[in-house]
């Protein structure tokens, strides 16, 4: 497996990344994932012919995490149907159903890549030292290839909102 160290730091310390960098014109590879119904689901598949924007945290139970995950589901009210936004973390689907509950968030699609972390390696977020995503923030064409990317250098940090959601406009 491809590894890349300090693309990202927690709290400055850096980290290693698994898996290939994906990079603007590549086509983003469809993964299953599981949702909050526990149902399989695949973001690519799963809104074929919609612009796509994909978040990746590494957990909504922090409070960077939880903060940037209401700025995209308030975000995503002025984007209408043409864009399907998911939010995607290794956090288990019981934990997305009660974030979303307590927090009223019911407009985004919350999913999971706990069972195996597949799309965290394949798209190049798999953090070795933590087990969990990368912050992450990309926007996907209809066909779904990346238009738009920026993985967060510092964990810690928020991803660029205006310019995540310029791409899809």
Same mark, same amino acid.
């Given at each position: 497996?491809? %590894? +890349?160290? !300090?693309?990202?730091t927690f709290k400055g310390s850096p980290m290693t990344l698994e898996g290939p960098e &994906? *990079? %603007?014109g590549a086509i983003a /590879? $469809?993964?299953t994932l599981t949702g909050q119904n526990m149902a399989l689901i695949s973001p690519l598949s799963h809104s074929e012919g919609k612009k796509k924007l994909i978040i990746t945290v /590494?957990?909504? $139970?922090t409070s960077v995490c939880s903060l940037e995950s209401k700025k995209f589901s308030e975000a995503a009210k002025g984007l209408g $149907?043409?864009?399907a936004v998911y939010i995607v973390s290794a956090d288990l689907p019981f934990a997305l159903n009660r974030w979303c509950a307590a927090e009223g968030v019911d407009n985004l699609t919350m999913a999971s890549d706990y069972r195996t972390m597949e799309m965290a390696r394949s798209w190049g977020l798999y953090i *070795? %030292? &933590? !087990? &969990?995503?990368a912050r992450a923030v990309y926007a996907l064409d209809e066909n779904g290839v990346v238009i738009y990317r920026e993985v967060v250098s510092e964990i810690a940090n928020e991803p660029d909102y205006d310019a995540a959601l310029s791409?899809? +406009?």
């Open positions: 497996m491809e %590894e +890349r160290t !300090g693309t990202v &994906l *990079k %603007e /590879p $469809d993964v /590494p957990s909504v $139970d $149907d043409s864009v *070795k %030292e &933590l !087990g &969990l995503f791409a899809v +406009r």
